[in-house]
């Protein structure tokens, strides 16, 4: 089945950067909302930024003014340049999409990668 591929993840000291990156060749919609998502150990999931086919963007409130979301239409790939990375960043981390920008916040996200691993000490 076709899927999504994150990279980009690795270990890094507090205060540090990762640019973590989604292939989404495949996913040629016109209308959509793609995102990043992240889970830590016996936490729930949780979104953390997400994007739209109009390049309108949504952030968490924890991550907000560190990460930023972006796309690179040209090479169908998803990013997520992170900034000045806290321990409580430690997680795996998803990109997702789903057809049509509607509810790009609540909405159900149907294609998912298998996720990439940020640990922050």
């Known amino acids: 089945h076709v899927q999504l591929v994150e990279s980009g993840g690795g270990s890094v000291k507090t205060g540090g950067s990762l640019r973590l990156s989604c292939d989404a060749s495949w996913f040629t919609y016109r209308s959509y909302c793609m995102g990043w998502f992240r889970q830590a150990p016996g936490k729930e999931r949780e979104g953390v930024a997400r994007?739209?086919?109009?390049?309108?963007?949504t952030y968490a409130d924890s991550v907000e003014g560190r990460f930023t979301i972006s796309i690179d239409n040209a090479k169908n790939t998803l990013y997520l340049l992170m900034n000045n990375l806290k321990p409580e960043d430690t997680a795996m981390y998803y990109c997702?999409?789903?057809?049509?920008?509607?509810?790009?916040?609540?909405?159900?996200?149907?294609?998912w990668g298998q996720g990439t691993q940020v640990t922050v000490s």
């Open positions: 994007i739209d086919n109009i390049g309108m963007t």
């Open positions: 997702a999409a789903k057809i049509f920008r509607d509810y790009c916040i609540t909405g159900e996200y149907p294609y």
